[in-house]
């Protein structure tokens, strides 16, 4: 299937899969359906079809779309197929939460806020209310940023309605869950009709260990209180994805994972020189954006690489601003 549709959730490893999508469309020469400025599709105002770019010359139809959005179905259906596969990825809320604060921790305002504490997100989830204005489109992702990007009404209390849940089924084949990545791979890697070798992957945008806030009890149970809709959203389709596991056949998952990841160690150890290293140590085109608030690690290439393998291994290690601009440029023939 080559109509994909990749809702990119913040801080779940989407960027991770983006770059399997990536590959896959340079590979059979699909189009892409890319923000007309930018790398995000007017972020965090909903989807539109006028942040699109046009069509390249010669295309007659989008064929991937994958870069950050907030959802609106019904736009999308204005530029992508009617028979495109819709996939989106859910995290942990304690986890994914953690990661929205300290990564965007001077650049949301209602985080901003609280980082003149010692201690910021201690600060902000004993009254979070302090900080929060629901009406700041720039707090977007300050309150259950996942159900933000799916379109949901973010600020509520509540958690989702069936009717919302249902709407989510209805428009996604699947949701992948972090917390099971290689057997989401799995299943995407079905529903898709790709092969093993097609979702071998580098874990990409993720930041040095030292960056990770260690959480307590406490804090968890305050994160899930704030979070209740995207608390909500993550047990229900983790239950689905374990359903879907147990249908693939939990015997066949597990060889297929294991091999998978035997294949991601062999690519590692043709491909990279080191294990994840900092951003000092990395040369341009191989570094991650990097926020002010943490390091984001990359990958140096091993330097006794044929053209051939180092053109693969460059794909497997870039960064997404660095391929979304590489596969702009291939797709209108220009820089962005």
């Not at 959005?69 to 495109?84: A, C, N, T, W, Y």
């Not at 953690?98 to 997100?121: N, T």
């Not at 996604?172 to 099971?180: A, H, P, Q, R």
């Not at 180092?310 to 797709?331: G, T, V």
């Amino acid at each position: 299937k080559h109509h994909i549709v990749f809702l990119k959730t913040h801080k779940t490893g989407s960027s991770t899969f983006q770059n399997i999508l990536f590959r896959l469309g340079e590979k059979e020469g699909l189009v892409f359906a890319f923000p007309a400025r930018s790398f995000q599709f007017s972020y965090p105002s909903n989807f539109s079809k006028k942040s699109v770019k046009e069509l390249p010359e010669n295309a007659t139809e989008f064929d991937i779309i994958c870069s950050h959005m907030r959802l609106d179905v019904e736009e999308v259906k204005k530029v992508m197929p009617m028979d495109s596969v819709y996939l989106t990825i859910l995290r942990d809320p304690v986890e994914s939460f953690e990661s929205v604060f300290v990564y965007y921790g001077s650049y949301v305002p209602a985080f901003k806020l609280a980082s003149e504490f010692p201690d910021p997100l201690t600060a902000f989830l004993e009254k979070p209310d302090l900080y929060y204005n629901s009406t700041m489109l720039s707090n977007s992702i300050a309150k259950n940023p996942m159900a933000y990007d799916l379109g949901l009404r973010a600020h509520d209390s509540d958690g989702p309605s069936l009717q919302e849940l249902q709407k989510i089924e209805k428009t996604f084949s699947l949701v992948m869950i972090t917390e099971y990545f290689d057997e989401s791979l799995i299943l995407a890697k079905e529903l898709l009709g790709l092969n093993l070798e097609d979702i071998i992957y580098l874990k990409l945008n993720a930041r040095q260990k030292e960056d990770v806030v260690s959480i307590s009890k406490d804090q968890a149970a305050k994160i899930r209180t704030w979070n209740l809709l995207d608390v909500a959203l993550y047990n229900h389709f983790r239950k689905k994805l374990q359903n879907k596991i147990e249908h693939y056949g939990t015997q066949r998952m597990e060889q297929e994972v294991r091999t998978l990841r035997g294949l991601i160690a062999e690519v590692t150890q043709q491909c990279i020189q080191d294990k994840a290293v900092k951003p000092e140590q990395l040369e341009e085109k191989l570094r991650p954006w990097q926020p002010n608030t943490v390091s984001i690690f990359g990958y140096n290439l091993k330097g006794n690489l044929t053209q051939v393998e180092y053109d693969k291994c460059l794909r497997l290690a870039w960064p997404e601003l660095q391929y979304h601009s590489f596969l702009y440029n291939k797709q209108y023939r220009k820089s962005m």
